[in-house]
């Protein structure tokens, strides 16, 4: 008796036809969801867009902000700037701005509003805080080849992104940033080693300090400075 040339595959053909043609459907369906999100996201992004420039600029920033009822200074503007991987402080493109909408699942001002939460926890695990951090340097980087930030606007944006997690180092390595005259100027180096000393240094005390190893100098001047004023 010949055998049959067919595959066992546990399933009729009809059968096997019938889920593949299920799972077409689905793929379809799916397709036109999501080209659906993007277009609520591209009309959402023509909102706040500046017809002639074809960018959210800052006026548009702002309005977003009113709209989510969030201050355009709150930390998790920031965030959501991180999560488009903006390139420019204070605009948005359309790719940067579908890209992070896209990933939020936010079509609506709504759904960005009750994203947020999530994204400050995203933020706040150890491996993309760090992440953060660096981009936050980054985004304020508002010349061509701006390599360092000024004092006062140091200041503010350790306030902003360091503040509710450190605040005792931030107040103190503000006030000493703001009486020192030895530096005009915070480089990347200077902002990343803050950070990690925040993360791995005892504090007030500085018992575990050790300025022989590759601290910025800076950082040896700030402990210093601690520990004259500690008497």
Known sequence: MRRSSTKKTGQPASAVSLNSSASDLFRSASSKATSKELERIDQLFSTYADGSSG???PEGIEALCSDMEVDHTDVRILMVA???RAERQGYFTVDEWRR???SLRADTVSKLKK???????EVRRPSNFVDFHAYSFRYCLTEEKQKSIDIE???ELLDLVLGSLYRAQVDYFVEYLKTQTDYKVINMDQWMGFLRFCNEISF??????NPELAWPLILDN???WMREKQG
């Open 115 to 121: 994203a947020l939460p999530e994204l400050e926890k």
């Open 204 to 209: 007030p005390d500085f018992s575990n300090y």
């Open 222 to 224: 700030f402990v210093e």
């Open 100 to 102: 992070g909408l896209k």
């Open 153 to 155: 606007s140091i200041c």
């Open 82 to 84: 991180w999560k488009m």
């Open 55 to 57: 960018l959210i600029d």
